[in-house]
């Protein structure tokens, strides 16, 4: 079993509409967790960071983290073109240290 | 505010070479992190360094070394290169103390091994 696991797509969606992006993993100690967006040939940006069960937004982007499941998504509100990248899930499994360990991530289009 | 940078932006080596790839963190952070990409795969943790020394180590064999100077910027050698080096290499930094805070990175370095 891999330490954090992602569909990896391609996942199509319509400008407009909400991209679902879904990520497990295994480490329970897990303490951190990422989500970070790359464009083709570029490097990772950060998009998102949650520590806690539960929601939080920002613009757009919602991150959800369920502890208990051991899962984590980002939901994309108003998807737009300019939204169409690979987006990986990060987490930090030990706990106090800085080590990440990423998905293969999720490669997301949006269709105008 | 100068955000991560990183040198050279592409490499082109042979097999049986050596290569060192070089960091700069962004300013206020104190510890780097050095990943390796390959192709349609999530970056891998090859090692951080903190306070000069190496603070964690993924599963890289020894041909995989760094070092961090005390301004923090911190070097990638790799020894007798394979064909399987080849990827993209990312350099990340993040403050040491708030161990909870994300990373960010630099632009990468393509290595290509021919």
């Known amino acids: 079993q891999k330490e954090v696991e992602q569909n990896s797509g391609p996942l199509s969606v319509p400008e407009g509409a909400i991209a679902s992006l879904n990520c497990t993993y295994s480490?329970?100690?897990?303490?951190?967790f990422f989500w970070y967006r790359q464009y083709s040939g570029k490097s990772p940006e950060l998009i998102m960071s949650?520590?806690?069960?539960g929601d939080k937004e920002d613009g757009r982007f919602t991150a959800q983290l369920n502890k208990a499941s051991q899962y984590v998504s980002l939901l994309i509100r108003d998807s737009q073109p300019s939204d169409s990248a690979t987006y990986l899930c990060?987490?930090?499994?030990?706990?106090?240290?800085?080590?990440?360990?990423f998905g293969q991530g999720t490669r997301l289009t949006i269709n105008p | 505010d100068a955000g991560v940078t990183q040198s050279p932006t592409h490499l082109i080596k042979t097999r049986g070479q050596q290569v060192t790839l070089r960091c700069s963190p962004k300013?206020?952070?104190?510890?780097v992190s050095w990943y390796q990409q390959a192709l349609g795969q999530g970056p891998q943790f090859i090692f951080q360094?903190?306070?000069?020394?190496?603070?964690q180590r993924g599963n890289f064999p020894d041909r995989f070394s760094g070092h961090q100077f005390p301004n923090y910027s911190s070097e990638l050698n790799v020894n007798a290169l394979l064909l399987g080096d080849s990827a993209l290499y990312l350099c990340?930094?993040?403050?040491?103390?708030?161990?909870?805070?994300?990373?960010?990175f630099g632009d990468g370095t393509r290595l290509s091994i021919l």
């Open positions: 300013s206020g952070h104190d510890t």
């Open positions: 480490d329970r100690v897990s303490q951190s």
């Open positions: 360094y903190y306070e000069e020394e190496e603070r």
């Open positions: 990340a930094s993040s403050p040491g103390r708030d161990r909870y805070q994300p990373q960010h």
């Open positions: 949650i520590y806690s069960n």
């Open positions: 990060a987490v930090n499994p030990i706990q106090g240290a800085q080590k990440l360990v």
